[in-house]
């Protein structure tokens, strides 16, 4: 059993910054891929970023490329979302996923449908 507890989020002005963090619970944390998904009122949840088990593997969506950095601290069972240049766009809750079929597989997906194991989110308010 894997569990996951977000935390980090709150309210920023556009142009600011927050690192979401989500620590995880269960064996082999190490060794699967770990994912950020958003969803806003009204839309459907979307991916953010994901990471490989190793941490030298990412994968962004382009809304998100180049403000939003993922990395994981696997000594903490820690996986961090850095955000920066934030817009109102952004505002949405904010949730970690796990991928534990993908044990030490450099696979990453950014299909919600693969991850097996969810976070309670965190809402991130974007004031314009």
């Known amino acids: 059993q894997v569990q996951l507890v977000e935390s980090g989020g709150g309210l920023v002005q556009a142009g600011g910054s927050l690192n979401l963090s989500c620590a995880i619970s269960?064996?082999?944390?190490?060794?699967?891929?770990l994912g950020w998904f958003r969803q806003a009122p009204g839309k459907e949840r979307e991916f953010v970023a994901v990471?490989?088990?190793?941490?030298?593997?990412?994968y962004y969506a382009d809304s998100v490329k180049g403000r939003f950095t993922i990395s994981r601290d696997n000594a903490k069972n820690t996986v961090y979302l850095q955000m920066n240049s934030l817009k109102p766009e952004d505002t949405a809750v904010y949730y970690c996923?796990?991928?534990?079929?993908?044990?030490?597989?450099?696979?990453?997906?950014?299909?919600?449908?693969?991850?097996?194991?969810w976070g309670q989110g965190t809402q991130v308010t974007v004031s314009s």
């Open positions: 996923a796990a991928d534990t079929k993908t044990r030490y597989s450099d696979y990453l997906t950014g299909s919600f449908a693969e991850y097996e194991y």
């Open positions: 269960g064996r082999a944390f190490s060794s699967y891929s």
């Open positions: 990471i490989n088990w190793s941490g030298l593997n990412t």
